[in-house]
Protein backbone atom coordinates (compact mmCIF):
# COMPACT_ATOMS: atom_id res chain seq x y z
CA UNK A 1 0.00 0.00 0.00
CA UNK A 2 2.55 2.37 0.54
CA UNK A 3 4.23 1.63 -2.51
CA UNK A 4 1.94 2.37 -4.16
CA UNK A 5 0.90 5.59 -2.79
CA UNK A 6 4.58 6.24 -3.13
CA UNK A 7 4.47 6.25 -6.70
CA UNK A 8 1.31 8.10 -7.19
CA UNK A 9 2.61 10.83 -5.16
CA UNK A 10 5.42 10.78 -7.55
CA UNK A 11 3.33 10.69 -10.72
CA UNK A 12 1.54 14.22 -9.75
CA UNK A 13 5.07 16.13 -9.68
CA UNK A 14 4.61 18.41 -12.59
CA UNK A 15 7.82 17.42 -14.85
CA UNK A 16 9.48 20.90 -14.41
CA UNK A 17 10.11 20.27 -11.19
CA UNK A 18 12.09 16.65 -12.44
CA UNK A 19 13.30 19.42 -14.79
CA UNK A 20 15.25 21.12 -12.11
CA UNK A 21 17.01 17.99 -11.23
CA UNK A 22 19.26 18.47 -15.01
CA UNK A 23 19.74 22.63 -14.40
CA UNK A 24 23.47 21.29 -13.96
CA UNK A 25 23.57 20.48 -17.37
CA UNK A 26 23.38 23.89 -18.48
CA UNK A 27 25.88 25.89 -16.71
CA UNK A 28 28.23 23.04 -17.85
CA UNK A 29 27.56 24.26 -21.27
CA UNK A 30 28.00 27.87 -20.67
CA UNK A 31 31.01 26.72 -18.88
CA UNK A 32 32.19 24.92 -22.54
CA UNK A 33 31.16 27.66 -24.65
CA UNK A 34 33.14 30.26 -22.31
CA UNK A 35 35.71 27.84 -23.01
CA UNK A 36 35.57 27.60 -26.69
CA UNK A 37 35.58 32.00 -26.71
CA UNK A 38 38.48 32.38 -24.80
CA UNK A 39 40.36 29.86 -27.21
CA UNK A 40 40.02 32.90 -29.75
CA UNK A 41 43.02 34.53 -29.95
CA UNK A 42 42.58 38.20 -30.33
CA UNK A 43 45.91 38.54 -31.96
CA UNK A 44 45.12 36.28 -34.71
CA UNK A 45 44.75 38.79 -37.67
CA UNK A 46 47.81 40.63 -37.05
CA UNK A 47 50.18 37.44 -36.44
CA UNK A 48 52.98 36.44 -39.18
CA UNK A 49 52.54 37.13 -42.59
CA UNK A 50 49.67 39.78 -41.62
CA UNK A 51 52.35 42.09 -42.94
CA UNK A 52 53.59 41.72 -46.57
CA UNK A 53 56.63 42.62 -47.22
CA UNK A 54 57.88 43.40 -51.30
CA UNK A 55 61.64 44.49 -52.04
CA UNK A 56 62.61 44.94 -48.87
CA UNK A 57 59.72 47.29 -48.12
CA UNK A 58 56.11 47.31 -46.22
CA UNK A 59 53.58 47.05 -48.91
CA UNK A 60 49.96 46.48 -48.77
CA UNK A 61 48.08 45.72 -51.63
CA UNK A 62 44.67 44.35 -52.86
CA UNK A 63 42.93 43.91 -56.16
CA UNK A 64 39.34 45.31 -55.93
CA UNK A 65 36.89 44.02 -58.24
CA UNK A 66 34.24 46.49 -59.53
CA UNK A 67 32.29 45.24 -62.23
CA UNK A 68 30.65 47.08 -64.85
CA UNK A 69 32.24 49.81 -64.45
CA UNK A 70 35.13 51.23 -66.36
CA UNK A 71 38.61 52.85 -65.46
CA UNK A 72 37.58 55.87 -65.71
CA UNK A 73 34.51 55.48 -63.87
CA UNK A 74 36.64 54.05 -61.15
CA UNK A 75 39.46 56.95 -61.35
CA UNK A 76 37.11 59.21 -60.56
CA UNK A 77 35.14 57.42 -57.40
CA UNK A 78 38.64 57.05 -55.88
CA UNK A 79 40.08 60.20 -56.62
CA UNK A 80 36.83 62.25 -54.82
CA UNK A 81 37.32 60.05 -51.77
CA UNK A 82 41.11 60.35 -51.80
CA UNK A 83 40.70 64.23 -52.07
CA UNK A 84 37.76 63.98 -49.06
CA UNK A 85 40.32 61.98 -46.84
CA UNK A 86 42.40 65.13 -46.69
CA UNK A 87 40.23 66.78 -44.89
CA UNK A 88 39.23 64.31 -42.66
CA UNK A 89 39.51 65.27 -38.56
CA UNK A 90 42.58 62.73 -38.00
CA UNK A 91 44.14 64.48 -40.43
CA UNK A 92 47.39 66.76 -39.98
CA UNK A 93 48.83 66.81 -43.84
CA UNK A 94 47.01 65.51 -47.04
CA UNK A 95 47.99 65.54 -50.93
CA UNK A 96 46.51 63.81 -53.80
CA UNK A 97 50.14 64.34 -55.53
CA UNK A 98 49.19 62.02 -58.72
CA UNK A 99 46.55 62.69 -61.46
CA UNK A 100 47.09 61.28 -64.51
CA UNK A 101 43.38 60.72 -66.27
CA UNK A 102 44.78 59.14 -69.39
CA UNK A 103 46.18 56.22 -67.42
CA UNK A 104 43.39 56.18 -64.76
CA UNK A 105 46.28 56.39 -62.22
CA UNK A 106 46.41 58.28 -58.64
CA UNK A 107 48.51 59.12 -55.98
CA UNK A 108 48.23 60.74 -52.16
CA UNK A 109 50.33 61.28 -49.25
CA UNK A 110 48.81 60.90 -45.91
CA UNK A 111 49.76 62.45 -42.49
CA UNK A 112 47.44 61.34 -40.02
CA UNK A 113 47.21 60.52 -36.40
CA UNK A 114 46.98 57.31 -35.50
CA UNK A 115 45.72 56.91 -31.36
CA UNK A 116 46.12 53.93 -28.91
CA UNK A 117 45.12 54.92 -26.38
CA UNK A 118 42.90 57.87 -25.67
CA UNK A 119 41.54 58.72 -22.10
CA UNK A 120 40.82 62.19 -19.70
CA UNK A 121 44.25 61.76 -18.51
CA UNK A 122 46.27 59.78 -21.15
CA UNK A 123 46.48 60.01 -24.79
CA UNK A 124 48.77 58.14 -26.58
CA UNK A 125 49.72 58.22 -30.56
CA UNK A 126 51.78 58.85 -33.21
CA UNK A 127 52.36 60.71 -36.76
CA UNK A 128 51.54 57.85 -39.28
CA UNK A 129 52.66 59.04 -42.91
CA UNK A 130 51.68 56.60 -46.02
CA UNK A 131 51.23 56.46 -49.78
CA UNK A 132 48.16 55.27 -51.36
CA UNK A 133 48.42 54.83 -55.54
CA UNK A 134 45.85 53.21 -57.36
CA UNK A 135 45.93 51.93 -60.84
CA UNK A 136 42.54 51.93 -62.56
CA UNK A 137 41.35 49.50 -65.54
CA UNK A 138 38.01 48.40 -66.37
CA UNK A 139 36.33 45.97 -63.77
CA UNK A 140 39.24 46.88 -61.60
CA UNK A 141 41.52 48.77 -59.67
CA UNK A 142 45.07 47.51 -57.77
CA UNK A 143 45.33 49.56 -54.36
CA UNK A 144 48.72 50.30 -52.43
CA UNK A 145 49.28 51.71 -49.08
CA UNK A 146 53.26 51.73 -49.00
CA UNK A 147 56.39 54.31 -47.84
CA UNK A 148 54.78 53.66 -44.29
CA UNK A 149 56.49 55.52 -41.04
CA UNK A 150 55.56 56.91 -37.86
CA UNK A 151 56.70 59.86 -35.90
CA UNK A 152 56.29 59.10 -32.14
CA UNK A 153 56.35 61.04 -28.42
CA UNK A 154 57.96 63.90 -30.31
CA UNK A 155 57.34 66.23 -27.53
CA UNK A 156 59.27 63.93 -25.36
CA UNK A 157 61.53 62.03 -27.44
CA UNK A 158 60.89 61.99 -30.91
CA UNK A 159 61.29 58.89 -32.24
CA UNK A 160 61.06 58.36 -35.99
CA UNK A 161 60.59 55.13 -37.39
CA UNK A 162 59.89 52.49 -40.27
CA UNK A 163 57.45 50.06 -41.14
CA UNK A 164 59.99 47.81 -42.37
CA UNK A 165 61.78 47.96 -38.94
CA UNK A 166 58.93 48.18 -36.97
CA UNK A 167 55.99 46.15 -37.78
CA UNK A 168 57.41 43.36 -40.04
CA UNK A 169 56.89 39.54 -38.22
CA UNK A 170 60.28 39.68 -36.35
CA UNK A 171 59.71 42.93 -34.99
CA UNK A 172 56.41 43.15 -33.47
CA UNK A 173 55.30 39.05 -33.44
CA UNK A 174 56.57 36.64 -30.79
CA UNK A 175 58.62 33.62 -31.65
CA UNK A 176 55.85 31.11 -31.01
CA UNK A 177 53.55 33.41 -33.65
CA UNK A 178 50.60 33.19 -30.55
CA UNK A 179 50.73 37.32 -29.40
CA UNK A 180 52.15 41.00 -30.95
CA UNK A 181 54.96 41.87 -28.62
CA UNK A 182 53.24 44.89 -26.35
CA UNK A 183 55.52 47.71 -27.94
CA UNK A 184 55.54 47.27 -31.55
CA UNK A 185 52.79 45.10 -31.67
CA UNK A 186 50.26 48.08 -30.70
CA UNK A 187 52.07 50.10 -34.10
CA UNK A 188 51.46 46.67 -36.12
CA UNK A 189 47.88 46.49 -35.24
CA UNK A 190 46.62 50.43 -35.71
CA UNK A 191 48.61 50.14 -39.03
CA UNK A 192 46.67 47.11 -40.42
CA UNK A 193 43.64 48.04 -38.81
CA UNK A 194 43.93 51.71 -40.62
CA UNK A 195 44.71 49.67 -44.03
CA UNK A 196 41.80 47.47 -43.55
CA UNK A 197 39.44 50.63 -42.84
CA UNK A 198 40.57 52.34 -46.23
CA UNK A 199 40.48 48.79 -48.50
CA UNK A 200 37.25 48.40 -47.41
CA UNK A 201 36.04 51.53 -48.29
CA UNK A 202 37.30 51.18 -51.40
CA UNK A 203 35.59 48.30 -51.96
CA UNK A 204 32.25 49.82 -50.96
CA UNK A 205 32.59 52.54 -52.69
CA UNK A 206 33.46 50.46 -56.14
CA UNK A 207 30.15 48.11 -55.72
Known amino acids: MMKKTLITVLALIPL ?3 AQDNTWERPEEEEQEAVEEAKVNPDQKYLRGAVPVVGGKV ?4 TIEAPGKSAAQIYDILKQYLEKMTTEKNQIRGMVVKT ?6 LGASYEEWLVFK ?4 VLDRTRLYYV ?8 KVD ?8 LYEE ?12 IVDDEAVNK ?26 FEMLLK
Open 143 to 150: VMMNRIHY
Open 16 to 18: SMW
Open 59 to 62: VFSK
Open 118 to 121: KTAI
Open 176 to 201: KNTRLLPFTGKFRRKTIDRKDFLFNK
Open 155 to 166: NRSPQRLKAEEW
Open 132 to 139: IEADCQDG
Open 100 to 105: DADKHQ
